[in-house]
């Protein structure tokens, strides 16, 4: 893994630096201090990952990430810095993960887990689930699948192409894409790798951020801990059932 590291504090830099040197598959292949560096370094050296502070002079991480966006190839993006405030606006970014410093090792050990995961290969194509439309049928391929939700007795598929209606209950997609689908609550599956992360309401309920969605489908008790697990890319998650 080819990381940029970003920030406009030398010891910050030189933290982050050691840190990953501990990771014999990570490359640190260049450190800036502002967020115009970070995008002529990401142009010329194409990271996989920067680890972008928020608060720099100038473009500020935010701005930064933006234009990032726009890169042909672009990075994934852990933000790292003082200031709780920006984790929703770093989330709305796109941001892989989010670490308050000072950094702790086995936090930036769980994100660098995050941004392998989420550069695994995706589900094969020839994966599909099959659907109805009216009164023809329409296949839809498992890697476009943003997420699963159970409605009476039918099972509505939400994926890049909009929203369509099943026959497979939610049992039978685990046991046939096990290895690909993770149960959140007794009424949603989600595709593994389009978990984000989580966010927890001041009620104390839980809800999944997902790639590809606005929606924050709420994480049950039960699958709680094997989400926990499989975010910090320790379980497989999938094979549980929910209430």
Not at 118 to 131: E, F, N, V
Not at 185 to 195: A, I, K, Y
């Amino acid at each position: 893994m080819r990381v940029l590291i970003a920030d406009d504090e030398p010891l910050a830099r030189t933290r982050l630096a050691a840190l990953l040197a501990r990771h014999a598959d990570v490359e640190v292949i260049g450190s800036v201090a502002d967020g115009e560096a970070v995008l002529s370094a990401c142009t010329t050296l194409r990271p996989d990952l920067v680890l972008l502070d928020i608060e720099m002079p100038g473009l500020s991480g935010t701005d930064a990430a933006q234009r990032l966006a726009a890169l042909p190839t672009r990075p994934q993006v852990v933000f790292c810095t003082a200031y709780e405030q920006h984790a929703l606006r770093a989330f709305d970014l796109g941001a892989t993960d989010y670490l308050l410093k000072p950094v702790r090792a086995e936090r930036l050990d769980e994100a660098l887990r995050r941004v392998a995961a989420r550069t695994a290969p995706a589900a094969s194509p020839d994966a599909w689930l099959r659907a109805r439309s009216g009164n023809g049928e329409w296949r839809i391929a498992l890697a476009d699948v943003v997420y699963l939700l159970a409605d009476e007795k039918y099972v509505e598929v939400h994926h890049a192409g909009g929203t369509h209606l099943i026959d497979d209950s939610l049992r039978q997609l685990e046991t046939a894409h096990g290895d690909r689908l993770v149960r959140l609550h007794r009424n949603c599956l989600v595709p593994r790798q389009r978990l984000l992360g989580l966010k927890t309401l001041p009620d104390g309920r839980v809800l999944a951020r997902l790639d590809g969605s606005e929606v924050t489908p709420e994480v049950s008790r039960r699958n709680l801990p094997a989400i926990r697990q499989l975010l910090r890319g320790g379980g497989a998650a999938g094979t549980i059932g929910g209430q």
